[in-house]
């Protein structure tokens, strides 16, 4: 064996070189505090530092024994700190979803909803969380705390909805790999709301509306018995234009909604076709007529295209929903809201036997089973013909049916 000194003083060999390699390096056994009775191995490797905790010192001796003979057969490889990714707080996140991608792509009337759902519910709860670190737990604890509070079952899916929405624009962009709130509001097993509380007019109620409206407020009445004989949402009715009446057809094409000086989409984003009554037939040509005769007289070819307007515009939503209180105060009717002209129109028809196929196209609504969820409870369940009906085509009864038989049958 060579153990000739070499002119920097050190040795030859390859056994002492590792071996002088592990004492520089460094593996030492100590407590980190004294007397605290927990000892750590400290590591000093190639330029780096660790230490780990290990509690018992015999223990601690024995795991520094180890990595010091790894160290000596260079085999040693120390474990590479994992920096923790650092993710925004959901707050800041929904934000960036809110604005950028729902304020530009939906209704303003969504966008101010899903607001109101983030400052109200949503903030307080979880918005200073990191979107990457937001827990499954968190969100069922949140919706079970609104659940408790007495929100509907439909109030508690949209909130759900809203946490939704910045977690799947976070896997788009590739910040965060899955989505905490998927299947969730199943999970809950919160029961569906029965029955949507609505209270519509009376047709003797209708009547007395339009009466009195004819009566002190004239110049509405067609904008009103638009309403009552279509059912059209508020935004529809405002933003109808003279070109949207197929006078041949008999209907109105709805592709249109007007709410804040805006023009957009219907609700659910479809156009549809409602039929119009023959009373609401000769209303409209008539204001059209008086339209084309008010556009003459001040030099103009042709009357604005909205049908309900004001300096050229359409009508304003607050508007109408004064002149609506005007005329239930002049007609001593209970108070009720704009939006119940279209509940009075769907309960109307399902009244007179009209089918929820039917009055679901009319409304617009995205299923039957909205229709049947809201006006279900109107549906006639006792045509008796309709019944009787099942009786025609049966063959002769057996005589265990017949009233002949006396005894009694057990099936």
């Excluded at 069922?140 to 929405?165: C, E, Q, T």
């Excluded at 047709?203 to 110049?219: A, H, I, R, S, W």
């Excluded at 041949?248 to 039929?275: A, C, L, M, P, Y």
Aim: glycine content about 8%.
């Amino acid at each position: 064996m060579n153990l000739k000194r070499t002119g920097s003083g050190r040795r030859r060999g390859g056994w002492w070189g590792r071996i002088r390699k592990g004492l520089k390096m460094g593996v030492k056994v100590r407590e980190k505090e004294k007397g605290s009775g927990v000892y750590w191995v400290f590591i000093s490797h190639n330029g780096s530092r660790k230490s780990k905790m290990i509690g018992d010192e015999d223990l601690a001796e024995q795991v520094a024994k180890k990595i010091r003979a790894k160290i000596e057969l260079g085999i040693y490889e120390p474990k590479k700190t994992i920096k923790k990714k650092k993710y925004p707080a959901f707050k800041d996140y929904a934000e960036v979803w809110l604005n950028d991608y729902i304020k530009s792509l939906r209704r303003p009337s969504t966008f101010e909803r899903y607001q109101d759902n983030l400052v109200r519910y949503i903030y307080p709860a979880i918005g200073s969380k990191s979107i990457g670190n937001l827990k499954r737990g968190d969100i069922r604890n949140l919706l079970l705390k609104l659940h408790k509070k007495g929100l509907s079952r439909a109030s508690i899916a949209l909130v759900k909805d809203v946490i939704s929405g910045p977690m799947e624009y976070a896997i788009d962009e590739e910040i965060i790999t899955g989505n905490p709130t998927r299947g969730i509001l199943k999970r809950l097993n919160i029961e569906r709301d029965k029955r949507i509380s609505v209270e519509p007019m009376t047709n003797e109620e209708v009547k007395l509306f339009l009466e009195t409206c004819l009566k002190y407020e004239t110049g509405y009445f067609p904008f009103f018995l638009t309403a009552f004989r279509t059912g059209m949402r508020l935004g529809e009715l405002i933003a109808l234009k003279w070109t949207d009446v197929d006078w041949n057809g008999k209907f109105i094409k709805v592709q249109r909604s007007f709410r804040r000086g805006v023009v957009s989409h219907t609700k659910t984003g479809k156009e549809r076709r409602v039929d119009m009554s023959d009373q609401l037939i000769s209303t409209l040509k008539a204001l059209q007529t008086k339209r084309k005769r008010e556009a003459l007289k001040i030099g103009k070819g042709d009357p604005v295209d909205w049908i309900f307007n004001r300096g050229d515009k359409p009508i304003s939503q607050n508007s109408i929903r004064n002149v609506f209180k005007r005329i239930l105060k002049k007609a001593g009717l209970r108070h009720m809201r704009v939006h119940d002209m279209r509940h009075s129109f769907a309960s109307l028809l399902l009244s007179n036997g009209e089918s929820p196929v039917y009055v679901k196209e009319q409304l617009g609504h995205s299923s039957i089973q909205m229709t049947v969820d809201i006006y279900g409870h109107l549906i006639p369940s006792s045509n008796r013909k309709a019944v009787n009906r099942l009786d025609d085509p049966a063959p002769n009864l057996h005589p265990i049916c017949t009233l002949e038989n006396k005894k009694a049958v057990t099936i």
